[in-house]
């Protein structure tokens, strides 16, 4: 409808058809994609913010995109593509939208270059879909995670490269035809895929649930690799008392880079100590139910995603401990903590306060309001004030001085 609404939303359910051509030889990617999108936010929406790292790492052009078949004009900013829709989508209204674009993976690890990469025999692309979100800044003085991005009920997506990979991917197991793999995922907020020529698959069950692990020659074992997920994919979901939320689970050994959760997968770089494995498959695994069951404003709000993730996975690990850092508050953005200090304030002082709420408050009130947390939130975004509000309404202590102590900017005074 023609108008000016001068707004977005994530509250916008989207379906993904994604095509992707990679030329191994090159890195250079090509990615058409149909988004489904309705408008359920209540209000009119002029346009969308599509986030995609590409935009910030791979030189992104984007070479068409149409709304409802009318060709529109999309910009490019940091790590947002926005689309203007062409006029307003009223609320509860529905449109297709197809972007078209190029880009070129980064041929190194450095930085944050290893998430959207062509380097070390891998092929590693993190946040390659052009998403609905909104508009965050991508840089940070950390290794942060700079993204919201709201749960899609089905994306289908066809991978293509120019000579023989293996594909670790998320969801169903991926049909392959030749050079072309196609697979379809549920219920996810976004789609992590890596690719090597040598992914050596190795399968197992937990709970009914399928794991496939894709580790290359040289690197990660895969035997302790696939121990490890058993026990984490059941030892948190026994403690949280809340399954986990799909059929299949993925691990993906990495070139380089850090740990990193996708829904539905998991990313473990091929360098990882042995002896730090376990925390690293739990800390990564946890994230299945904190970020990938219940999302959140990653980069405002890090402790309700890394800090409850971090506590439950050190909790089933039996690994809390105390930080190395200057007690700092809990409620910042990533960009407010230093990279040196990031970690130990808001993962492991994070998990102290935590685990301090959860002594106050007594072991079957604590794990039953995280319970309802997730179960509250779930497929949608929670965030630290929920999560913390959860606790507060199952307690039956006063929970004040800690909040206050800790979160100034939501319980002070
Ligand atoms: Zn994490």
Redesign the pocket.
């Known amino acids: 409808m023609p108008g000016v609404a001068d707004r977005t939303s994530l509250s916008i359910e989207a379906t993904y058809d994604v095509d992707v051509e990679i030329s191994v030889g090159t890195g250079e990617i090509a990615v058409q994609t149909v988004i489904g999108l309705r408008n359920e936010s209540g209000g009119p929406i002029d346009r969308v913010e599509l986030n995609a790292i590409a935009a910030r790492l791979g030189r992104m052009t984007i070479s068409g995109t149409t709304v409802d078949g009318l060709a529109v004009t999309a910009s490019v900013d940091d790590q947002t593509i926005t689309v203007p829709l062409g006029g307003i989508l009223p609320d509860g209204a529905s449109t297709n939208l197809e972007l078209t674009y190029r880009a070129t993976l980064k041929d190194d690890l450095a930085n944050s270059d290893w998430l959207f990469s062509r380097a070390g025999g891998t092929i590693a692309m993190y946040r390659w879909i052009p998403w609905i979100s909104r508009a965050i800044p991508f840089d940070r003085p950390n290794f942060g ?1 700079p993204f919201e991005t709201s749960s899609s009920p089905r994306v289908q997506v066809r991978v293509t490269t120019d000579s023989p990979m293996v594909l670790a991917s998320p969801g169903s197991r991926p049909t392959v035809e030749g050079l072309i793999t196609t697979f379809e995922v549920t219920n996810v907020r976004d789609v992590a895929i890596v690719l090597a020529p040598d992914f050596v698959e190795t399968t197992g069950t937990v709970d009914g649930v399928e794991v496939r692990s894709y580790t290359r020659p040289g690197g990660l074992e895969p035997a302790r690799v696939m121990a490890q997920a058993e026990r984490a994919l059941s030892g948190i979901a026994g403690q949280l008392e809340v399954p986990y939320p799909w059929a299949t689970f993925t691990i993906a050994e990495t070139a380089g880079g850090y ?3 996708s829904p539905e997968a998991i990313w473990l770089p091929r360098q990882t100590l042995r002896g730090n494995l376990a925390y690293l498959i739990h ?2 695994t946890a ?1 299945q139910w904190f ?1 990938g069951l219940v999302g959140n404003d990653q980069q405002a709000e890090p402790f309700a ?2 800090a409850a ?2 506590f439950v996975a050190r909790t089933v690990l039996g690994t809390l401990r105390g930080s190395r850092c200057v007690v700092a508050p809990l409620d910042r953005a990533i960009t407010r903590y230093s990279a040196s200090c990031y970690y130990e304030v808001v ?1 492991i002082q994070g998990g102290e306060v935590l685990d301090a709420i959860r002594r106050h408050m007594g072991d079957a009130a604590f794990w039953a309001a995280l319970r309802g947390y997730l179960e509250d939130h779930r497929f949608g975004i929670g965030g630290t004030r929920a999560l913390l509000q959860s606790l507060v309404d199952g307690s039956t202590v006063d929970l004040g001085p800690i909040l206050r102590a800790r979160f100034p900017s939501l319980f002070g005074s």
Do not use: N, T
């Open positions: 995670d740990g990193m959760e800390h990564e994230h970020y995603d890394e993730a971090d993962y």
